[in-house]
């Protein structure tokens, strides 16, 4: 089966350093991985409890400048072994709408798209390199 694992969940925030200090802080996360989108704009860090397997914690900086009250939660990632094959098979379900029409890539490498569940929810396939 392509689909392995809930990858990790992506939540919006305003500062990003702040963010990272909460979470390691507070709930006892660990930071793994930080970097810059291939868009220039957006800031990622990936945090856990640096266990094999794990699902992660996304923080996003510079998404959005309005961050809502209630949903912060931006998308919930599932771990794929072949993006390539999962985006064309999404592409044939027609209950399905697609956010991203072809795969973005990180420049760690890992790679990505987003599409729709049923309520508008975003729901990313992700191929890590990580």
Known sequence: MARQKIEHVGIMVSDLN????????????VLKDTLLHSNGVIQLAFLGFDQAGETELELIQG??????????VHHIAFTVDNVEHELERIKLLQQVQLIDSEIITLPNGSRYFF??????????????TR
């Open 18 to 29: 702040r963010s990272i200090r909460f979470y390691r802080e507070v709930v006892g996360l």
């Open 63 to 72: 998404y959005s400048d309005k961050l809502p009250q209630e949903g912060k």
């Open 115 to 128: 599409f729709h569940g049923p309520d508008g929810e975003w729901i990313e396939f992700f191929q890590s």
